[in-house]
């Protein structure tokens, strides 16, 4: 609210990002992460399905339309993180709304998982986008920067030339 100070307002922000009690770490989960996370089996269940979206969206005009450098749908931090190349992303999700268009017309599987996962849509810092990373780029090792949300990567494709690819 304008009336209160702007220590008042920078410490709810900060509450809301750094929460006292909980640890700051990574959590890397490579394997049988649906065990561990609700989410995770969720995603990891709907793979096909999501991968097919994935896949039609890239064919559709609509794509072009949507994609933005990295850091145009997040915080200005996140495009240190674009490494050497080109890393470009797609909003479905961001300050607990839809990107209806998307969501009715490309990503309805993906749409519902939000829906159906509070952890998601009642934290206001939440987003889900589609990110992609061109030939050729990398993007340093890196964590988020609050304790009071964990961040997913699941890769719906991954190049196969020249060996693994690092996630």
């Given at each position: ?13 900060a ?60 915080t ?44 998601i849509?009642?934290n ?34 991954l190049p ?8």
């Open positions: 609210h304008p009336t209160l100070p702007i220590e008042s307002v920078h410490s709810i922000v509450s809301e990002w750094y929460h006292p009690g909980l640890t700051h770490q990574a959590v890397w989960c490579e394997k049988d992460c649906g065990q561990q996370f609700r989410l995770a089996r969720q995603l990891d269940a709907n793979y096909d399905l999501i991968k097919k979206e994935v896949d039609d969206f890239w064919r559709h005009p609509d794509a072009a339309k949507e994609l933005k450098g990295v850091g145009s749908h997040t200005q931090f996140d495009r240190s993180l674009a490494g050497n190349g080109t890393w470009v992303d797609v909003r479905i999700w961001r300050g607990r709304a839809f990107n209806k268009h998307l969501c009715e017309n490309h990503f309805r599987v993906i749409c519902s998982i939000v829906e159906a996962s509070p952890e849509w009642t206001p810092w939440s987003h889900v986008l589609l990110s992609v990373l061109t030939p050729g780029s990398w993007s340093p090792f890196h964590q988020g920067l609050t304790n009071g949300q964990l961040t997913y990567h699941f890769p719906v494709g196969a030339a020249r060996g693994v690819p690092e996630l």
